[in-house]
């Protein structure tokens, strides 16, 4: 018996036999910056020139980078709600003053509660 046939009889003994063989087969990595397929036992990508052991950093790097773009198209939507109310309320502010121009020599210290 050959190294393959103790394997393949080791697999048949394990539960799922044939179907839990093909688990074990070795199966080529997909390079993470350019997509390419990459045979086992290469040490580098061969169309971006990635080294196969810096695959897991690079993954977790473009992780890091998805996270801070969502980060910060989060942080501008914020923003722009934030703005919104803003003008919104600045407006209901302008609205009163047309009404009575009274209002519109008012301190805004007289609007702040002071405290005794």
Do not use: W
């Not at 990595?29 to 086992?40: H, T």
């Amino acid at each position: 018996m050959s190294g393959k046939d103790v394997d393949k009889a080791l697999i048949a003994l394990t539960e799922g036999g044939q179907t839990k063989a093909e688990e074990y087969k070795l199966k080529s990595l997909i390079c993470k910056r350019c997509s390419e397929s990459i045979s086992i036992g290469m040490n580098f990508c061969s169309k971006c020139a990635l080294p196969t052991n810096l695959n897991n950093e690079y993954t977790r790097e473009m992780e890091l980078e998805q996270e801070n773009r969502s980060l910060k198209e989060k942080y501008e939507q914020d923003m722009k709600l934030m703005r919104e109310e803003m003008y919104q309320q600045f407006a209901k502010i302008m609205s009163m003053i047309q009404h009575n121009p009274k209002l519109s020599q008012v301190k805004p210290e007289a609007l702040v509660k002071k405290k005794l």
